[in-house]
Structure formats: structure tokens, C-alpha cells
């Protein structure tokens, strides 16, 4: 699954108009989430994260894989 797949998956799973999205995930009025690869292993998992950008450092250093992809900074 790409980035750009799993936002769109994201978005319709949690019934969120396509207007919210972003390059890196969404934005609504109330919070904002960027896409992250995840490794955390759990089976549902689909590789990728929504984490809040204040967020990102923490998933980077748990789950990480964003900053070798340059998603992180
Ligand atoms: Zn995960």
C-alpha cells in the first residue's frame, strides 16, 4: 500500500470528505494528521500511521522508518 493509497483508505474508513486531505494526510477543522511508516507489527497494521505532527518525532523513534524516507525531519 502507498502513502497516497492509505490516506484515501483512511479518509473513507473514517467517513472524512476528500477536502481534508493533504499532501502528507489531513487536516480538519478540529486536528491534523500526517502518514507515517509504521513497523509496529500489529496484524492490522498496513504499514503506515496516522500520527499527529506533534506526534512524529515519538512514532519516528518507536515505529520508524519516515526519517530514512526523508518524511520526517
Ligand atoms: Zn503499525
Known sequence: MTR???ITEYL??????????T????????FERVALPCN?????????????PYDARKHEKVFGM????????
Not at 473513507?12 to 486531505?21: A, F, N, Q, T
Not at 499532501?23 to 478540529?30: I, L, M
Open 12 to 21: 473513507r474508513r473514517e467517513g472524512l470528505p476528500d477536502s481534508c486531505r
Open 23 to 30: 499532501v502528507t494526510g489531513f487536516k480538519t477543522r478540529e
Open 4 to 6: 497516497s493509497e492509505f
Open 40 to 52: 509496529c507489527g500489529l496484524p492490522e497494521c498496513t504499514g503506515w500511521a496516522m500520527v499527529p
Open 66 to 73: 519516515g526519517q530514512m524516507m526523508g518524511l520526517v525531519s
